[in-house]
């Protein structure tokens, strides 16, 4: 048996899963600036930058378009983290920019 250091389809999957996994770091990084670019919009109209019942909205809706194999469950629980670390993300980058 080879070694899975060297074994050549351990190495395929890999390497297809750093391709992935640079795809997701390049999405959130594009919501960061997206929601960046909402609250910066929403201090500018007075508006309350927290919405409970959009992020409700945006979980249920990824949940309806789920077909796994990933669960609504785990994707609950990744989409928690994504909007709590999306909304922290951009209120620093508003503090660094000194908005």
Not at 8 to 33: C, F, G, M, T, W
Not at 59 to 76: E, I, K, M, W
């Amino acid at each position: 048996m080879a070694a899975t250091s060297t074994d050549p389809v351990i190495k395929h999957y890999r390497e297809q899963i750093s391709d992935n996994d640079l795809k997701i770091l390049e999405a959130l990084n594009k919501r960061v600036k997206l929601v960046k670019s909402l609250k910066d919009y929403k201090d500018a109209q007075g508006l309350s930058f927290y919405d409970a019942a959009q992020e409700d909205w945006v979980v249920t809706y990824l949940c309806r378009a789920n077909r796994g194999p990933l669960s609504n469950d785990g994707l609950r629980e990744i989409y928690a983290l994504i909007l709590q670390v999306a909304k922290r993300e951009a209120a620093a980058l508003g503090e660094q920019s000194g908005d």
